[in-house]
């Protein structure tokens, strides 16, 4: 069974950092793809940045750049989205997933205030 466990979010202030966590469990790691998404209030589930089992990253989108990072520690099956000079708008439950089916975390939550 794929279980995948976020953690690291929080509440914090406009320009502070988060780094998030991600430990799977029950699946080759090292074979899939790894990805975070975020879901802010209202609004639809969005693909934040992913990267490969190769270590390559993808997708990151252009608002995000030069503030978040993602990486991934095949050895302990875990990855992670460091976050920089967060904003009010980076305020989101954050999910990470597996692959590109249907294995996904519960998420956490990151509140960014202004």
């Known amino acids: 069974q794929v279980q995948l466990v976020e953690s690291g979010g929080g509440k914090v202030q406009l320009g502070e950092s988060l780094t998030l966590s991600c430990t799977a469990s029950?699946?080759?790691?090292?074979?899939?793809?790894m990805s975070w998404y975020r879901q802010a209030p209202g609004k639809e589930r969005e693909l934040v940045a992913a990267?490969?089992?190769?270590?390559?990253?993808?997708d990151l989108a252009d608002s995000l750049k030069g503030r978040f990072t993602i990486s991934r520690d095949n050895a302990n099956a875990l990855i992670f989205l460091n976050m920089n000079n967060l904003k009010p708008e980076d305020t989101a439950v954050y999910y990470c997933?597996?692959?590109?089916?249907?294995?996904w975390g519960r998420g956490v939550r990151v509140t960014v205030s202004s």
């Open positions: 990267i490969t089992s190769r270590y390559e990253t993808r």
């Open positions: 997933r597996a692959g590109w089916a249907d294995w």
């Open positions: 029950g699946l080759t790691f090292r074979s899939y793809d």
